[in-house]
């Protein structure tokens, strides 16, 4: 009987694929941020759309934390962003002599660096701020040390106010602050600042065509960026500098199973959206040109290629 049951049970098996399901897991950041969602949404389009992957969502500390499990193989894809990604893959800042072997699948959501002032201040360009009290960003954050990072290759001042988004927003109201830079929610000011504007008059601040330049030729860490008109109401068009959110991965990610996860996003319409909104109805595509900073994975790269896109020599991993 044993012998019997044991031939069944290995006709039975036959029947199914000889193989288990690679497990892809994706790092994210905390699973209170909305980006987590977002990457739960990743998975489901992976699982959806990719075969033989079963993708899982991983809890993690965000993009440094990110970078050190795909370095270690601990994770296969995660959340990074860009200005992070391109210290990792030069081998600089806090990975100064140890660059990372990187490549950047996808860019789904932009970080614009609104430079904010009170109208009433008087201040029209970003020169205007020297000796004018002003929070380059909230103590502590990737908005602060980029901040200051930006004016210090500019060569531009100003008399900084430190503080917390309360603290600050605050003082912007009463006039002890004269403004503050804060991340935009892809092309729209932020909630801290629309609140600020309910009552009080701003004024945006862009940068100029050689502050431009200057930027894209001193840090290549950050992106330089055109937002149009109404990123608030009354806003007109204007230029700053900033960093993405996207998805990387290491070369223990294969070819084609990046090309599948990439070709997934890119031709979803729907799933990501309702997970964030600031990626509902955007093209990926141009996102990721305009933001990325390090070459793309070979799978992404393929997947660009096939539909004719352009990739620029210092985004083409082929070129490298």
């Given at each position: 009987m044993m012998k019997i049951a044991l031939a069944g049970a290995m006709a039975i098996g036959l029947s199914f694929p000889a193989f288990a399901q690679q497990k892809l897991l994706i790092g994210s950041t905390s699973a209170s941020s909305s980006h987590y969602g977002y990457f739960v949404a990743?998975?489901?389009l992976i699982n959806d759309n990719v075969a033989d992957i079963e993708a899982s969502v991983v809890e993690t500390g965000a993009t440094m934390d990110n970078l050190r499990r795909?370095?270690?193989?601990q994770i296969d894809l995660g959340l990074v962003t860009t200005n992070v990604a391109q210290h990792a893959v030069a081998g600089t800042n806090k990975f100064e002599g140890h660059a990372m072997d990187l490549g950047l699948l996808w860019v789904y959501t932009g970080a614009p660096q609104n430079v904010i002032v009170r109208d009433d201040a008087g201040v029209e360009s970003l020169a205007g701020l020297a000796d004018v009290r002003f929070n380059p960003g909230i103590k502590g954050s990737a908005t602060e040390s980029t901040t200051e990072a930006v004016f210090n290759a500019l060569g531009l001042s100003a008399d900084y106010v430190r503080g917390s988004t309360t603290d600050v927003v605050d003082m912007i109201k009463d006039n002890r602050v004269a403004g503050y830079v804060k991340s935009g929610a892809g092309e729209k000011l932020d909630s801290s600042t629309i609140d600020i504007a309910t009552f009080t008059?701003?004024?945006?601040?862009?940068?100029?065509?050689?502050?431009k330049a200057t930027l894209i030729e001193k840090m290549p860490d950050v992106s330089v960026v055109d937002v149009p008109a109404g990123a608030a109401d009354g806003v007109p068009a204007y230029t700053t500098w900033s960093f993405g959110v996207g998805v990387g991965a290491g070369p223990n990610l294969s070819e084609e199973t990046a090309y599948q996860i990439v070709k997934a996003a890119m031709e979803d319409k729907e799933v990501q959206g309702a997970a964030m909104a600031s990626v509902k109805g955007v093209d990926l595509a141009k996102l990721t040109l305009q933001y990325a900073t390090i070459p793309l994975h070979p799978g992404a790269a393929k997947w660009f290629r096939e539909q004719g896109i352009e990739i620029p020599a210092r985004l083409d991993p082929a070129k490298q």
């Open positions: 990743v998975a489901k795909i370095e270690r193989k008059p701003i004024r945006v601040l862009g940068l100029t065509d050689d502050q």
